[in-house]
Protein backbone atom coordinates (compact mmCIF):
# COMPACT_ATOMS: atom_id res chain seq x y z
CA UNK A 1 0.00 0.00 0.00
CA UNK A 2 3.11 2.31 0.73
CA UNK A 3 4.41 1.26 -2.20
CA UNK A 4 2.04 2.41 -4.20
CA UNK A 5 1.56 5.62 -3.30
CA UNK A 6 5.28 6.28 -3.18
CA UNK A 7 5.15 4.99 -7.56
CA UNK A 8 2.29 7.65 -7.50
CA UNK A 9 3.86 10.42 -6.09
CA UNK A 10 7.37 9.80 -8.24
CA UNK A 11 4.92 9.19 -11.55
CA UNK A 12 3.60 12.79 -10.78
CA UNK A 13 7.25 14.46 -9.86
CA UNK A 14 8.25 13.09 -13.45
CA UNK A 15 5.04 14.58 -15.11
CA UNK A 16 6.06 17.87 -13.78
CA UNK A 17 9.25 17.63 -14.52
CA UNK A 18 8.95 16.68 -18.21
CA UNK A 19 6.40 19.67 -18.66
CA UNK A 20 9.75 21.92 -17.43
CA UNK A 21 11.67 20.73 -19.97
CA UNK A 22 9.08 20.87 -22.41
CA UNK A 23 8.80 24.88 -21.80
CA UNK A 24 12.53 25.11 -21.42
CA UNK A 25 12.87 23.69 -24.71
CA UNK A 26 9.76 25.69 -26.20
CA UNK A 27 11.70 28.90 -24.81
CA UNK A 28 15.16 27.77 -26.16
CA UNK A 29 13.52 27.01 -29.57
CA UNK A 30 12.01 30.61 -29.73
CA UNK A 31 15.22 32.48 -28.93
CA UNK A 32 17.50 30.63 -31.44
CA UNK A 33 14.80 29.76 -34.17
CA UNK A 34 16.15 25.80 -34.51
CA UNK A 35 14.85 22.89 -32.86
CA UNK A 36 16.85 22.36 -30.08
CA UNK A 37 18.93 19.03 -30.78
CA UNK A 38 20.07 16.49 -28.07
CA UNK A 39 22.59 14.78 -30.75
CA UNK A 40 25.30 16.39 -32.76
CA UNK A 41 24.48 16.70 -36.74
CA UNK A 42 27.16 15.84 -38.81
CA UNK A 43 29.03 18.48 -40.65
CA UNK A 44 29.70 17.98 -44.17
CA UNK A 45 31.46 19.54 -46.62
CA UNK A 46 29.36 19.42 -50.09
CA UNK A 47 31.93 20.45 -52.33
CA UNK A 48 30.47 22.32 -54.94
CA UNK A 49 27.57 20.93 -54.94
CA UNK A 50 24.39 23.32 -54.93
CA UNK A 51 22.40 21.94 -57.29
CA UNK A 52 22.13 18.13 -57.84
CA UNK A 53 19.91 16.20 -59.85
CA UNK A 54 16.99 16.01 -57.42
CA UNK A 55 15.92 17.92 -54.42
CA UNK A 56 18.14 17.34 -51.63
CA UNK A 57 15.63 14.99 -49.39
CA UNK A 58 14.84 12.98 -52.27
CA UNK A 59 18.32 12.67 -52.64
CA UNK A 60 19.07 12.04 -48.93
CA UNK A 61 16.29 9.37 -49.12
CA UNK A 62 16.97 7.84 -52.48
CA UNK A 63 20.53 7.89 -53.54
CA UNK A 64 21.10 4.86 -53.03
CA UNK A 65 19.15 3.84 -55.25
CA UNK A 66 19.44 6.11 -58.17
CA UNK A 67 23.09 4.99 -57.73
CA UNK A 68 22.43 1.48 -58.27
CA UNK A 69 19.45 1.90 -61.32
CA UNK A 70 22.57 3.78 -63.14
CA UNK A 71 25.32 1.18 -62.43
CA UNK A 72 23.49 -1.73 -63.89
CA UNK A 73 22.10 0.57 -66.81
CA UNK A 74 26.00 1.80 -67.38
CA UNK A 75 27.67 -1.42 -66.47
CA UNK A 76 25.14 -3.39 -68.71
CA UNK A 77 24.17 -1.30 -71.27
CA UNK A 78 27.06 0.68 -71.62
CA UNK A 79 24.88 4.23 -71.05
CA UNK A 80 27.13 6.49 -69.68
CA UNK A 81 25.26 10.04 -68.71
CA UNK A 82 27.61 12.61 -67.19
CA UNK A 83 25.27 14.15 -64.74
CA UNK A 84 23.96 10.47 -63.10
CA UNK A 85 27.19 8.47 -63.33
CA UNK A 86 29.35 8.20 -59.55
CA UNK A 87 31.77 10.01 -61.18
CA UNK A 88 29.60 13.20 -61.80
CA UNK A 89 28.50 13.00 -58.11
CA UNK A 90 32.19 12.64 -57.21
CA UNK A 91 33.50 15.68 -59.14
CA UNK A 92 30.97 17.96 -57.50
CA UNK A 93 31.03 17.20 -54.39
CA UNK A 94 34.14 16.11 -53.64
CA UNK A 95 35.29 18.36 -50.73
CA UNK A 96 37.59 21.41 -52.07
CA UNK A 97 40.39 20.94 -49.69
CA UNK A 98 41.18 17.28 -50.31
CA UNK A 99 39.48 16.65 -53.77
CA UNK A 100 37.91 13.48 -52.35
CA UNK A 101 34.27 12.15 -50.97
CA UNK A 102 35.93 9.87 -48.39
CA UNK A 103 38.90 10.05 -45.87
CA UNK A 104 37.50 12.41 -43.16
CA UNK A 105 34.24 12.78 -41.60
CA UNK A 106 33.86 16.45 -42.86
CA UNK A 107 34.01 14.92 -46.48
CA UNK A 108 30.71 13.97 -48.22
CA UNK A 109 29.89 10.24 -48.18
CA UNK A 110 32.33 9.52 -45.24
CA UNK A 111 30.74 12.25 -43.42
CA UNK A 112 27.20 11.43 -43.48
CA UNK A 113 27.87 7.57 -44.00
CA UNK A 114 29.93 7.83 -40.41
CA UNK A 115 27.07 9.81 -38.85
CA UNK A 116 24.34 7.10 -39.68
CA UNK A 117 26.87 4.09 -39.11
CA UNK A 118 26.20 2.75 -42.82
CA UNK A 119 28.91 0.97 -44.02
CA UNK A 120 30.44 2.22 -47.22
CA UNK A 121 31.87 0.12 -49.89
CA UNK A 122 31.78 2.03 -53.04
CA UNK A 123 35.20 3.08 -52.92
CA UNK A 124 36.94 -0.42 -52.28
CA UNK A 125 36.45 -0.45 -55.76
CA UNK A 126 36.20 3.22 -57.60
CA UNK A 127 37.74 6.24 -56.88
CA UNK A 128 36.85 8.45 -54.52
CA UNK A 129 38.43 11.49 -55.69
CA UNK A 130 37.33 14.25 -58.53
CA UNK A 131 39.63 13.16 -61.54
CA UNK A 132 40.06 13.83 -65.09
CA UNK A 133 40.30 11.12 -67.53
CA UNK A 134 41.20 12.07 -71.16
CA UNK A 135 37.68 10.07 -72.39
CA UNK A 136 35.53 12.05 -69.56
CA UNK A 137 37.37 15.34 -70.76
CA UNK A 138 35.61 14.87 -74.38
CA UNK A 139 32.60 15.32 -73.31
CA UNK A 140 30.22 17.56 -70.93
CA UNK A 141 31.34 20.34 -68.39
CA UNK A 142 34.12 19.10 -67.38
CA UNK A 143 35.79 19.75 -70.55
CA UNK A 144 35.38 22.85 -69.80
CA UNK A 145 36.71 23.08 -66.13
CA UNK A 146 39.74 21.43 -67.46
CA UNK A 147 41.25 24.22 -69.20
CA UNK B 1 25.32 19.71 -67.96
CA UNK B 2 22.07 21.04 -68.53
CA UNK B 3 19.61 19.13 -70.88
CA UNK B 4 20.07 21.79 -73.38
CA UNK B 5 23.54 20.91 -73.22
CA UNK B 6 23.17 17.13 -73.93
CA UNK B 7 20.42 17.30 -76.28
CA UNK B 8 22.73 19.59 -78.37
CA UNK B 9 25.65 17.67 -78.16
CA UNK B 10 23.27 14.56 -79.28
CA UNK B 11 22.11 16.52 -82.53
CA UNK B 12 25.58 17.44 -83.34
CA UNK B 13 26.78 13.53 -82.84
CA UNK B 14 24.06 12.52 -84.69
CA UNK B 15 25.03 14.54 -87.16
CA UNK B 16 28.18 13.77 -87.44
CA UNK B 17 27.55 9.91 -87.94
CA UNK B 18 24.55 10.65 -90.45
CA UNK B 19 27.48 12.86 -92.73
CA UNK B 20 29.95 9.86 -91.97
CA UNK B 21 27.43 7.55 -93.17
CA UNK B 22 26.63 9.07 -96.47
CA UNK B 23 30.32 10.23 -96.93
CA UNK B 24 30.92 6.69 -97.21
CA UNK B 25 28.74 5.23 -99.10
CA UNK B 26 24.89 5.23 -99.21
CA UNK B 27 24.03 2.03 -98.29
CA UNK B 28 25.56 1.84 -94.76
CA UNK B 29 24.41 4.65 -93.42
CA UNK B 30 22.30 3.37 -91.13
CA UNK B 31 25.61 1.13 -89.45
CA UNK B 32 27.13 3.95 -88.78
CA UNK B 33 24.70 5.14 -86.87
CA UNK B 34 24.27 2.48 -84.82
CA UNK B 35 27.81 2.31 -84.32
CA UNK B 36 28.34 6.04 -83.29
CA UNK B 37 26.51 5.59 -79.83
CA UNK B 38 25.82 8.74 -77.89
CA UNK B 39 26.97 7.99 -73.97
CA UNK B 40 23.37 8.11 -73.31
CA UNK B 41 22.09 5.39 -75.65
CA UNK B 42 22.12 1.79 -74.41
CA UNK B 43 24.44 -0.23 -76.50
CA UNK B 44 22.95 -2.44 -79.71
CA UNK B 45 22.90 -5.81 -81.20
CA UNK B 46 24.03 -4.39 -84.28
CA UNK B 47 27.16 -3.86 -83.65
CA UNK B 48 29.41 -6.63 -82.49
CA UNK B 49 33.40 -5.38 -81.84
CA UNK B 50 36.01 -7.20 -82.56
CA UNK B 51 39.85 -6.94 -83.21
CA UNK B 52 42.50 -8.34 -86.34
CA UNK B 53 45.69 -8.78 -84.73
CA UNK B 54 48.30 -8.74 -87.97
CA UNK B 55 51.26 -11.12 -86.27
CA UNK B 56 53.25 -10.00 -88.99
CA UNK B 57 53.35 -6.58 -87.89
CA UNK B 58 53.47 -7.17 -84.55
CA UNK B 59 57.36 -7.25 -83.64
CA UNK B 60 59.24 -9.50 -80.90
CA UNK B 61 60.65 -6.66 -79.00
CA UNK B 62 57.46 -4.42 -78.64
CA UNK B 63 55.25 -4.51 -75.80
CA UNK B 64 53.94 -0.81 -76.35
CA UNK B 65 50.09 -2.85 -76.19
CA UNK B 66 50.67 -4.16 -72.81
CA UNK B 67 52.01 -0.82 -71.64
CA UNK B 68 49.51 1.13 -72.77
CA UNK B 69 46.74 -1.64 -71.35
CA UNK B 70 48.77 -0.92 -67.61
CA UNK B 71 48.67 2.54 -67.80
CA UNK B 72 44.98 2.99 -68.81
CA UNK B 73 43.25 0.56 -66.17
CA UNK B 74 46.14 1.08 -63.69
CA UNK B 75 47.51 -2.26 -63.54
CA UNK B 76 50.54 -2.45 -61.47
CA UNK B 77 52.56 -4.28 -64.49
CA UNK B 78 53.97 -6.96 -62.56
CA UNK B 79 53.95 -10.07 -63.76
CA UNK B 80 53.37 -12.76 -60.98
CA UNK B 81 50.80 -15.59 -60.57
CA UNK B 82 48.79 -12.91 -58.57
CA UNK B 83 49.02 -9.96 -60.29
CA UNK B 84 46.74 -9.17 -62.65
CA UNK B 85 47.21 -9.11 -66.65
CA UNK B 86 44.71 -8.48 -69.16
CA UNK B 87 46.86 -8.87 -72.50
CA UNK B 88 50.42 -10.46 -72.59
CA UNK B 89 52.71 -11.22 -75.46
CA UNK B 90 53.75 -14.13 -76.47
CA UNK B 91 56.18 -15.87 -78.85
CA UNK B 92 55.47 -18.77 -80.62
CA UNK B 93 57.64 -21.32 -82.37
CA UNK B 94 56.46 -23.61 -85.35
CA UNK B 95 58.30 -26.65 -84.15
CA UNK B 96 58.61 -28.43 -88.10
CA UNK B 97 59.61 -25.36 -89.93
CA UNK B 98 61.36 -22.69 -87.19
CA UNK B 99 58.89 -20.35 -87.84
CA UNK B 100 58.54 -17.63 -84.69
CA UNK B 101 55.68 -14.80 -84.57
CA UNK B 102 55.35 -13.23 -81.41
CA UNK B 103 51.20 -12.02 -80.47
CA UNK B 104 49.39 -10.19 -77.78
CA UNK B 105 46.49 -12.30 -76.20
CA UNK B 106 43.56 -11.19 -74.21
CA UNK B 107 40.02 -12.02 -73.68
CA UNK B 108 39.15 -13.20 -76.93
CA UNK B 109 35.55 -11.79 -76.82
CA UNK B 110 33.64 -14.81 -77.18
CA UNK B 111 30.32 -15.04 -79.01
CA UNK B 112 29.73 -18.38 -76.76
CA UNK B 113 31.76 -17.42 -73.91
CA UNK B 114 32.46 -20.29 -71.70
CA UNK B 115 33.25 -17.90 -68.63
CA UNK B 116 29.46 -16.45 -68.82
CA UNK B 117 27.84 -20.15 -69.08
CA UNK B 118 29.64 -21.28 -65.76
CA UNK B 119 29.28 -17.89 -63.85
CA UNK B 120 27.19 -18.86 -60.88
CA UNK B 121 25.70 -15.68 -60.30
CA UNK B 122 25.54 -13.60 -63.55
CA UNK B 123 28.37 -11.33 -62.81
CA UNK B 124 30.11 -12.57 -66.11
CA UNK B 125 27.95 -11.74 -68.90
CA UNK B 126 28.24 -10.51 -72.88
CA UNK B 127 27.04 -6.83 -73.83
CA UNK B 128 24.63 -6.68 -76.55
CA UNK B 129 27.73 -5.62 -78.10
CA UNK B 130 29.49 -8.55 -78.05
CA UNK B 131 31.97 -7.84 -75.04
CA UNK B 132 32.53 -9.89 -72.38
CA UNK B 133 32.89 -8.07 -68.79
CA UNK B 134 32.52 -8.99 -65.26
CA UNK B 135 29.64 -7.10 -63.65
CA UNK B 136 32.13 -6.71 -60.30
CA UNK B 137 29.08 -5.35 -58.33
CA UNK B 138 27.50 -9.35 -58.49
CA UNK B 139 30.89 -11.13 -58.81
CA UNK B 140 31.85 -13.30 -55.60
CA UNK B 141 35.08 -14.24 -56.38
CA UNK B 142 34.91 -18.13 -57.02
CA UNK B 143 37.11 -18.13 -60.21
CA UNK B 144 35.52 -20.80 -62.16
CA UNK B 145 35.21 -18.40 -65.28
CA UNK B 146 39.07 -18.33 -64.87
CA UNK B 147 38.86 -21.86 -64.73
CA UNK B 148 36.93 -22.04 -68.35
CA UNK B 149 38.53 -19.63 -70.13
CA UNK B 150 40.64 -21.47 -72.62
CA UNK B 151 42.80 -18.34 -73.23
CA UNK B 152 43.86 -18.08 -69.48
CA UNK B 153 42.70 -14.52 -70.01
CA UNK B 154 41.29 -13.33 -67.01
CA UNK B 155 43.19 -12.45 -63.57
CA UNK B 156 41.69 -12.50 -59.57
CA UNK B 157 42.50 -9.35 -57.59
CA UNK B 158 44.34 -10.89 -55.00
CA UNK B 159 45.09 -8.12 -52.56
CA UNK B 160 43.04 -4.57 -51.98
CA UNK B 161 44.17 -1.85 -54.39
CA UNK B 162 44.37 2.25 -54.12
CA UNK B 163 44.37 4.79 -56.43
CA UNK B 164 41.68 2.84 -59.53
CA UNK B 165 40.76 4.77 -62.60
CA UNK B 166 37.59 6.91 -61.88
CA UNK B 167 36.71 5.18 -65.16
CA UNK B 168 38.06 1.38 -64.52
CA UNK B 169 36.47 0.17 -61.06
CA UNK B 170 38.82 -2.48 -60.09
CA UNK B 171 38.63 -3.88 -56.38
CA UNK B 172 40.02 -6.87 -53.99
CA UNK B 173 37.81 -10.54 -54.21
CA UNK B 174 36.82 -9.87 -57.60
CA UNK B 175 37.97 -11.38 -61.47
CA UNK B 176 38.73 -9.36 -64.14
CA UNK B 177 39.70 -9.35 -67.89
CA UNK B 178 40.40 -7.12 -70.87
CA UNK B 179 37.31 -4.70 -71.02
CA UNK B 180 38.75 -3.86 -74.98
CA UNK B 181 38.39 -0.43 -73.23
CA UNK B 182 34.83 -0.16 -72.99
CA UNK B 183 34.83 3.06 -71.44
CA UNK B 184 36.24 4.54 -74.10
CA UNK B 185 34.67 2.51 -76.91
CA UNK B 186 31.39 3.73 -75.42
CA UNK B 187 32.48 7.27 -76.28
CA UNK B 188 33.02 6.48 -79.53
CA UNK B 189 37.23 6.01 -78.82
CA UNK B 190 39.45 3.17 -80.09
CA UNK B 191 40.92 0.79 -77.60
CA UNK B 192 44.36 1.86 -75.78
CA UNK B 193 46.31 -1.27 -77.03
CA UNK B 194 44.80 0.10 -80.60
CA UNK B 195 46.22 3.37 -80.23
CA UNK B 196 49.46 2.65 -78.66
CA UNK B 197 50.41 -0.06 -81.62
CA UNK B 198 49.38 2.65 -83.98
CA UNK B 199 51.13 5.40 -82.24
CA UNK B 200 54.25 2.96 -81.87
CA UNK B 201 54.23 3.00 -86.07
CA UNK B 202 53.53 -1.21 -86.37
CA UNK B 203 49.58 -0.76 -86.80
CA UNK B 204 49.44 -4.39 -86.41
CA UNK B 205 45.63 -3.89 -84.59
CA UNK B 206 42.27 -3.32 -85.95
CA UNK B 207 39.66 -2.59 -84.10
CA UNK B 208 35.94 -2.42 -85.72
CA UNK B 209 32.50 -3.55 -85.81
CA UNK B 210 32.58 -6.90 -87.29
CA UNK B 211 28.91 -6.58 -88.70
CA UNK B 212 29.33 -3.41 -90.65
CA UNK B 213 30.69 -5.20 -93.87
CA UNK B 214 32.45 -1.63 -94.34
CA UNK B 215 34.43 -1.16 -91.57
CA UNK B 216 37.62 -2.00 -91.95
CA UNK B 217 38.36 -4.86 -89.85
CA UNK B 218 34.88 -6.41 -91.60
CA UNK B 219 36.83 -5.78 -95.30
CA UNK B 220 39.76 -7.35 -93.96
CA UNK B 221 38.63 -10.58 -92.59
CA UNK B 222 36.38 -11.10 -95.86
CA UNK B 223 39.53 -10.22 -97.81
CA UNK B 224 42.23 -12.45 -96.13
CA UNK B 225 42.53 -15.90 -94.59
CA UNK B 226 42.26 -15.07 -90.58
CA UNK B 227 42.25 -16.94 -87.58
CA UNK B 228 40.59 -17.28 -84.28
CA UNK B 229 42.54 -18.85 -81.86
CA UNK B 230 41.15 -22.45 -80.58
CA UNK B 231 38.27 -22.12 -83.08
CA UNK B 232 37.91 -26.02 -82.51
CA UNK B 233 36.09 -24.82 -79.27
CA UNK B 234 33.60 -23.21 -81.75
CA UNK B 235 33.30 -20.25 -79.19
CA UNK B 236 33.36 -17.27 -82.30
CA UNK B 237 35.70 -15.31 -80.75
CA UNK B 238 35.71 -11.69 -81.93
CA UNK B 239 39.72 -11.81 -81.77
CA UNK B 240 41.27 -12.75 -85.06
CA UNK B 241 44.46 -13.19 -85.97
CA UNK B 242 45.90 -12.65 -89.48
CA UNK B 243 49.14 -14.70 -90.43
CA UNK B 244 49.49 -16.47 -87.57
Not at chain 1, 9 to 17: F, L
Not at chain 1, 111 to 125: N, P, R
Not at chain 2, 191 to 206: F, L, N, Q, R, T
Request: proline share 5%; with cysteine; net charge positive.
Amino acid sequence: MKGRVLTRASSWSRGVALAGLLALGLAAAADTGNPPSRVPRPVVDAGQGDKCVANTDVMRRNHMRLLTHQRDETVHAGVRPRDTALEGCIACHASRKTGSVVGSDQNFCQGCHAYAAVKLDCFECHSSKAQLTSSAADDGKLAGAAQ
Amino acid sequence: MSTIDRGRRQLIGFGAAAVAGIAIAPGVRLFEIAAAKAPGDPVSGKVRWGMLVDVNRCASDCSECVRACNRENRLSGATRETDSQWIRKIDIKDASSGRTCSLPMMCQHCAKPPCVDVCPTGASFKRADGIVLVDRHICIGCRYCMLACPYKARSFVHEALRDQSPEVPRGKGTVESCTLCVHRVDRGRQPACVEACAASGHEAIVFGNLNDPQSEIARRIASYPTTQVRADLRLDPGVRYQNL
